[in-house]
């Protein structure tokens, strides 16, 4: 990749985030309670697609590939050639179309952060199972934290359970009698 294409990629992705494609939000935790329904909409591509569904308003895949691409700052080709290439699965209607989501989309833009850095993309694909790795390691750690935590407070509950409290008796000594001799 050129100098000049490096440059122009750049100033895509700062008028980007300055511009309205940039309102889409990223990817958050949902409220508590919140349960997501399965839908034929989202992607299957390993833990990836699990923290797509985390988002109720990014399930749904409505955006065709061009307007996708603009939303995202790329031509409607890479799009293709990062599906191919196994980076993005978007959903597919019955008539075969591609349709991307806000998720699909904050990928993409991603992946274009991580090819302006100057990762090919390869390199890409094994920083995104990384990224994908290292959130599921999180969720096992905080799952593992509260496990440990709640197994603490059981063995603090039996040890109230098991001490008595014993009323303290002071003992006083006197002084013994002295024998004289």
């Known amino acids: 990749m050129s100098d000049l294409e490096r440059e122009r990629?750049?100033?895509?992705w700062s008028a980007m985030s300055k511009g309205s494609?940039?309102?889409?939000?990223?990817?958050?935790?949902?409220?508590?309670?919140?349960?997501?329904?399965?839908?034929?909409?989202?992607?299957?591509?390993?833990?990836?697609?699990?923290?797509?569904?985390?988002?109720r308003e990014d399930i749904r895949a409505v955006y065709v590939i061009s307007v996708a691409a603009e939303l995202a700052g790329?031509?409607?080709?890479?799009?293709?050639?990062y599906e191919r290439k196994g980076l993005v699965d978007p959903s597919r209607t019955g008539g075969g179309s591609r349709r991307y989501s806000p998720a699909d989309i904050e990928r993409v833009r991603h992946i274009g952060h991580l090819t302006a850095a100057g990762l090919n993309l390869e390199g890409v694909r094994r920083v995104l199972e990384f990224e994908a790795q290292l959130e599921q390691l999180r969720i096992e750690l905080d799952r593992v934290r509260a496990e440990a935590a709640e197994a603490v407070e059981r063995t603090h509950r039996q040890y109230r359970r098991d001490l008595v409290p014993l009323r303290q008796v002071s003992l006083v000594q006197r002084d013994a009698p002295r024998r004289s001799c």
């Open 74 to 81: 790329v031509h409607p080709q890479t799009l293709r050639i």
């Open 21 to 55: 494609a940039a309102q889409i939000r990223p990817l958050s935790t949902p409220g508590p309670g919140f349960v997501p329904e399965p839908n034929r909409d989202v992607g299957t591509n390993g833990p990836e697609s699990h923290a797509r569904a985390l988002v």
């Open 9 to 12: 990629r750049r100033a895509t």
